[in-house]
C-alpha cells in the first residue's frame, strides 16, 4: 500500500478512536472496510489501526488464540454478483491456511448454502475439509432453514446443540455462545431469538465471574442496523441484558454482507464481509439484493475475520481482511 | 374394397376423433367461464407488487419471484404456503372465500402482502 494511502486511513483512524463511536466514526468504518481494520477491545475502548500497519508482527508476539470467522458462503448462489462462490469460498480459506498464527477454529455466521440443497451443503463440507483449522463451529442462516425447518442443518452441522441449534463452550477462559436468530420468523418481524432460547442464554451466562471474556455469534446482527430490511434482531435488546455484567463481550455477525462496527459500553459489535457477494450499503439501494460489482473489485468486498485474544490485555482484537489482500 | 375406400375411412377416423376432441375442449372452455381472470404478483426488490391485491371469488393467484435471491409466499394463518421460489419460479393458489388474506415471506419476514378476496 502507497505510504500516502496508509497515512490516510492512519488519520481516518485516529480521528475515528477520538471520535468514539458516533455516526461519523461508523460512516469511515465502513469506507475503509474494503483495506481492512485491526482493532483490540480493551474494557470498551476500541483501539483501532490499520491491517497492513504492524498487525503481522503483534500476532506473532502472540496472544493466546485466534479464531477465524467466515460468513454467508451462500454455496448454490450462481447469478452475475459472483458466478462462482466455490472459488471464492476456497480464496478464503486458502487465505485462512496462509495466516501466521494458526487459528484454533473457525466460526461460521450462517447462510452456509442459497437453498438449504444437500448438495449445497456437500460442496461447502468438501472446500472446508481442507481448511487447516479442523474445529468448525457453525450458527445457521435463514438460507440454511429453507423447506424443512433447519432439520437437515442440524443432522449435519448442529449435532448436540439446543432448539434450533444454539449452544456454547468455552476455549482457553474465553466463553462462546452461538445463538439462532433465523427460525420461525414472524410476519413483519426481524431476526428472532424467541423465549426458549433466551431463557437458555439467561442461565448459561448466569454462574460465570464478571471477568470471562465473552464472545456472542449469530447470523443476523444482534443490534438493529437498518430495519427497513429487516437488518436487526427483535428481541437482542433482552439478550444483551443478560451481558452486562461482563467486562468484556464481543457480538459476531453475519447477514449484511459488510462490516459494520458499533462499541456500546462493554460490548462491541461487528458484522463481517461474505465470502459470496457484497450487500449494499443501508438504504443505498431499492432493496438489500446482491450488489454486482466489476468482476476485478469482487475480491476486494469479500473477506474474512480473524480474532486474537490476548490473555493478559483481556483483550479481543478483531481484524478483518479482503480476499484480494 | 378399391385403394379409394381405404384412403376415405383412413381420413374419417382422425376426423371424427378432431371432433369430438374439439366439442370436449369448448365444453371445458365453457365451464370454465365464470372464473375469474388470473392476478400475478411480482416479487422485486423484496417486495411484493402489487403489496395489496383485490380480487374476486374463484381468482387463481401466481406469485413470482424475479429476485436474486430465493423468497416465499406464506399465509400468515396457514391458508396457503409456496414452497422455496428460487429466481423467476412460481407459486399459485385459487382463493375461493371472499376474505382477507394476509401473507409474507418467511425468508425475509419485513415482506409482507395482502390478498383481498370479494
Redesign the interface.
Known amino acids: 500500500m502507497p505510504d500516502k494511502k496508509q497515512d490516510l486511513i492512519d488519520q481516518n483512524l485516529q480521528d475515528l478512536n477520538n471520535d468514539g463511536v458516533d455516526r461519523r466514526g461508523f460512516l469511515k468504518c465502513m469506507a475503509w472496510a474494503g483495506t481492512g481494520l485491526v482493532w483490540t477491545m480493551s474494557g470498551g475502548v476500541p483501539v483501532s489501526r490499520a491491517f497492513a500497519k504492524g498487525y503481522g508482527k503483534d500476532a506473532a508476539k502472540g496472544g493466546d488464540f485466534t479464531f477465524v470467522q467466515i460468513s454467508d458462503s451462500h454455496i448454490g448462489f450462481n447469478k452475475p454478483a459472483n458466478p462462482d462462490v466455490t472459488a471464492t469460498l476456497q480464496t478464503a480459506i486458502n487465505k485462512i491456511n496462509a495466516m501466521p498464527q494458526k487459528p484454533d477454529f473457525i466460526i461460521h455466521t450462517g447462510d452456509l448454502s442459497q437453498l438449504s440443497k444437500p448438495s449445497e451443503f456437500d460442496t461447502l463440507d468438501q472446500v472446508l475439509k481442507g481448511a487447516s483449522a479442523k474445529q468448525i463451529h457453525f450458527v445457521p442462516g435463514e438460507h440454511d432453514m429453507l423447506s424443512d425447518n433447519g432439520e437437515q442443518f442440524l443432522q449435519r452441522y448442529g449435532k448436540g446443540t439446543k432448539g434450533s441449534g444454539w449452544y456454547s463452550f468455552d476455549q482457553k477462559g474465553v466463553h462462546f455462545v452461538g445463538l439462532v436468530n433465523v427460525a420461525n420468523l414472524k410476519a413483519g418481524g426481524m431476526g428472532s431469538l424467541g423465549h426458549e432460547q433466551l431463557e437458555w442464554l439467561e442461565e448459561d451466562l448466569k454462574g460465570r465471574s464478571a471477568s470471562t471474556p465473552i464472545v456472542l455469534f449469530a447470523h443476523i446482527p444482534l443490534w438493529t442496523i437498518y430495519p427497513d430490511w429487516g437488518w436487526g434482531t427483535d428481541d437482542s435488546e433482552q439478550a444483551l441484558s443478560y451481558v452486562k455484567k461482563f467486562g468484556s463481550v464481543t457480538v459476531l455477525n453475519g447477514h449484511i454482507h459488510q462490516i459494520m462496527q458499533k462499541v456500546e459500553g462493554k460490548v462491541s459489535f461487528h458484522t463481517a464481509m461474505s465470502t459470496a457477494f457484497p450487500q449494499p450499503a443501508p438504504g443505498t439501494a431499492p432493496s438489500a439484493g446482491p450488489l454486482k460489482v466489476p468482476a476485478e473489485q469482487l475480491q476486494q468486498v469479500l473477506g474474512i475475520t480473524d480474532v486474537n485474544y490476548v490473555v493478559s490485555g483481556r483483550s479481543l482484537a478483531v481484524v478483518d481482511s479482503p480476499l484480494s489482500s | 374394397m378399391t385403394r379409394k375406400g381405404i384412403w376415405v375411412s383412413g381420413m374419417a377416423m382422425p376426423l371424427v376423433i378432431g371432433i369430438l376432441l374439439l366439442a370436449v375442449s369448448s365444453r371445458i372452455t365453457a365451464n370454465a367461464q365464470p372464473a375469474a381472470a388470473p392476478m400475478e404478483i411480482t416479487i422485486d426488490?423484496?417486495?411484493f407488487g402489487p403489496q395489496t391485491a383485490s380480487v374476486p371469488v374463484g381468482t387463481t393467484v401466481t406469485w413470482i419471484n424475479r429476485?436474486?435471491?430465493?423468497h416465499t409466499s406464506v399465509s400468515?394463518e396457514s391458508v396457503f404456503k409456496s414452497?422455496?421460489l428460487?429466481?423467476d419460479e412460481k407459486f399459485s393458489y385459487t382463493f375461493t372465500k371472499a376474505g382477507t388474506y394476509?401473507?409474507?415471506c418467511?425468508?425475509?419476514?419485513?415482506m409482507?402482502g395482502k390478498i383481498v378476496v370479494q
Open positions: 426488490n423484496f417486495s429476485d436474486d435471491i430465493p400468515t414452497k422455496v428460487d429466481t394476509p401473507y409474507y418467511t425468508i425475509h419476514p419485513k409482507t
